[in-house]
């Protein structure tokens, strides 16, 4: 048995032993040095959340809605082929806006890791839990509610300030399954979530600075892959040790970008004479409510709220041009 505390979902106790067992791998352990918000988790600009910290508190969701064994594997494994800095390598490698690098992986990473050997032991094929779209409590096309996207929106709202304790479990109690999906029981509830979704990514997953300091982490990443001072299977380790081999390294160019990863640096917004050009993933929520057997979108129960959500998508659409100010 497992006992699991989490800030959001409380003390819960695991006995499945093929969930004990997955939880003491090297792959998911490793999850434990992989920061959600990349390098700002590491330099202290977000709170340094591991992607471990989200995807246990997935399964632990999909477990709360009743979901099946299979579901709580795929919800643990969701995220295992994040590499070091999570979302800063799509910056790397130029798929700022589907942020989908690790999905890309995941399928080679997980047949090289020790995760088919722990689950066979258990009668599982790891293949079985490489598509997270086949599970529909884990997993559903934005903007609607699924549990990984409820995980991290509760837990940075949280971290960000942006709800408290009581409000974080008034949301959870708010939800319910309805024809296998994830569903709000009352509009109130889920006019909280759409606004405070959206104030999240205003104020850290979208954010003007969080962006900036993300290309200038990928500019000395891409530096660093070009001259060596990196190499590829240090992106499938831990954040501390890749960012200790950046720091290191006697580059004239990774070093002029790594000073200027730093909590003093800023960023204007510059037609003229933009340091780069950068866009990024918007996230926004469209809950659907449950309302007399049927499931509506929130934006077709409330005009406000659609507009509100429009206008907002409208207005970070493109390529910001950033200048860099140390």
């Known amino acids: 048995m497992t006992t699991i505390s989490d800030p959001v ?9 093929v969930l004990t067992d997955l939880l003491d791998t090297a792959a998911v352990q490793r999850l434990r040095r992989v920061l959600q918000h990349g390098i700002t ?3 202290g600009v977000t709170n340094p959340t591991s992607r471990y910290d ?4 997935v399964m632990l969701l999909v477990r709360r809605m009743g979901a099946s064994l299979d579901e709580q594997i795929a919800a643990l494994l969701h995220d295992i082929s994040h590499t070091a800095f999570s979302h800063v390598i799509d910056y790397v490698f130029n798929s700022h806006d589907s942020q989908g690098y690790h999905e890309d992986h995941k399928e080679s990473y997980m047949a090289g890791s020790d995760l088919p050997p722990a689950l066979a032991r258990h009668g599982c094929d790891w293949r079985r839990f490489l598509h997270e779209e086949d599970y529909p409590l884990l997993e559903q096309p934005a903007p609607a509610l699924c549990a990984d996207r409820l995980d991290y929106f509760l837990r940075d709202a949280r971290d ?15 939800l319910t399954v309805h024809e296998g ?27 003007f600075r969080e962006v900036g300091l993300y290309e200038l982490a990928a500019q000395a ?5 070009q001259t060596g001072a990196l190499a590829e299977s240090d992106l499938w380790g831990g954040d501390a ?12 160019e990774i070093r002029r970008w790594v000073v200027l990863v730093s909590l003093d640096t800023k960023f204007e917004w510059d037609e003229t004479a933009p340091t780069f050009r950068v866009s990024t993933k918007l996230r926004t929520i469209d809950p659907d ?24 998508l409208c207005s970070k659409a493109g390529k910001w041009p950033m200048r860099v100010i140390k």
């Open 160 to 174: 960000l300030g942006l709800a408290s304790d009581a409000e974080v479990q008034s949301a959870l109690d708010s």
């Open 54 to 57: 989200h995807s246990v508190g």
């Open 41 to 43: 988790g590491l330099i």
């Open 289 to 312: 409510v449950l309302e007399n057997g049927a499931a509506r979108p929130l934006s077709s129960l409330d005009a406000d709220f659609a507009r509100y959500r429009e206008s907002y």
């Open 221 to 225: 990443i891409r530096r660093a892959l």
């Open 241 to 252: 040790e890749a960012w200790a081999k950046l720091q290191a390294s006697p580059d004239p």
């Open 9 to 17: 979902y409380g003390t819960v106790e695991i006995t499945e032993p």
């Open 181 to 207: 999906r994830i569903v709000c029981s009352s509009l109130a509830a889920a006019r909280w979530m759409g606004y405070t979704y959206i104030a999240g990514d205003q104020a850290s997953w979208a954010n």
